[in-house]
């Protein structure tokens, strides 16, 4: 229901964005967010926001550099990713979530209900 794109291989401080289109049951979504996670490493939060509202919200590591938007038209989300880091490497993956909740709740992986399989970024030093 859910798929990645625009994922790659950037040097540090350049921008990449990524792209999450959603199914046409978008209409039982509250909010989706990005997740990523490093070789090695537990899945983590990224950002989120609602689908109706529009409302956003951010790990503490990537505010002020990605900005995260949907278009209701064309059912997509999309993550802008400016000023990378090499530490921002990692598969990127769209989940969404169906329950109506405080927007913290959704920094949790199992909050999810939905996934997408994931795009790679790589951010070469």
């Known amino acids: 229901q859910l798929v990645e794109s625009g994922g790659g291989l950037v040097q540090g401080g350049g921008s990449l964005r990524l792209s999450c289109a959603a199914s046409e049951r978008t209409s039982s979504i509250y909010a989706t967010g990005w997740f990523r996670q490093a070789p090695g490493k537990e899945r983590e939060f990224v950002a989120a926001?609602?689908?109706?509202?529009?409302?956003?919200y951010y790990a503490d590591s990537v505010k002020g550099r990605f900005t995260i938007s949907r278009d209701n038209a064309k059912k997509m989300v999309h993550l802008q990713m400016n000023s990378l880091k090499p530490e921002d490497t990692a598969v990127y993956y769209c989940a969404a979530r169906e329950i109506v909740s405080p927007m913290a709740v959704m920094t949790k992986p199992v909050a999810m209900d939905y996934w997408g399989k994931g795009t790679l970024v790589t951010v070469s030093s």
């Open positions: 926001i609602t689908w109706y509202g529009g409302n956003t």
